[in-house]
């Protein structure tokens, strides 16, 4: 069974506070994604990457930054959290444009 | 970049009648349309995906119909049941990538 695990399901916060949301993929998947999900918005798109050490931006980059060392784990940086940061996250990975994206179990992260 | 727009944003139907949910995209060169379920409190699940060399494809209840000219697809869900209760949501890749966007959703409700 595929899997796309988060390292959290809730995290709290505060603001300034520098947080790494962890996501690792057991399908040897190249390609990685961070969502921000929030009411009405639906999912957007902060980073990718396809490849080892490779990453893009997506819609909403500001004030997040990712790191991919190893090819099944990509992370989610906020270098200094913001109140409206607080929102939940999900990773995602696939194997091709053409197939099925896994999502991981989101992380719902509060800045306070 | 691909814009996905998704109608309706909530949708209640009777039980056992059907339910029609529409997306349209802008980037002619997308090649590939999935439909993902997101039940209360759980990550996105792939219910159906299309290729953009069918028009049409079918799984038990649901289909989806893909208008390449008007650049348009559509969930079809018949003789829905109160477990079809959840945001629906329609996705297409970005161009000649593999992040995808997604429509904002649909809160469908089947009402028993």
């Known amino acids: 069974d595929v899997k796309v695990t988060q390292s959290s399901r809730y995290l709290v916060k505060r603001t300034g506070e520098k947080v790494f949301l962890e996501c690792v993929q057991d399908?040897?998947?190249?390609?990685m994604f961070w969502y921000r999900q929030d009411p009405g918005l639906g999912l957007r798109l902060i980073y990718f990457?396809?490849?080892?050490?490779?990453?893009e931006k997506g819609d909403i980059p500001e004030g997040y930054s990712v790191s991919r060392e190893k090819k099944e784990r990509f992370s989610l940086i906020l270098e200094s959290a913001s109140t409206n940061q607080t929102s939940m996250y999900l990773c995602?990975?696939?194997?091709?444009?053409?197939?099925?994206?896994?999502f991981g179990q989101g992380t719902r992260l509060t800045v306070v | 970049g691909e814009n996905v727009e998704q109608h309706p944003s909530t949708l209640s139907v009777q039980e056992g009648d059907s339910a029609v949910i529409k997306c349209t995209y802008s980037d002619s060169a997308s090649n590939y349309f999935p439909w993902y379920k997101q039940e209360l409190g759980k990550r996105p699940q792939l219910i159906i995906d299309?290729?953009?060399?069918?028009g049409e494809k079918k799984d038990q209840r649901i289909a989806v119909t893909l208008n390449k000219t008007a650049k348009h697809f559509s969930l079809h869900i018949t003789e829905t049941q109160p477990e079809d209760s959840a945001v629906y949501f329609c996705a297409a890749p970005i161009s000649g990538n593999t992040p995808l966007v997604f429509g904002k959703g649909t809160r469908l409700s089947v009402i028993a």
């Open positions: 399908m040897d998947h190249e390609n």
């Open positions: 990457s396809y490849d080892v050490k490779m990453k």
């Open positions: 995602a990975s696939r194997k091709y444009s053409y197939t099925e994206a896994f």
């Open positions: 299309i290729r953009s060399n069918v």
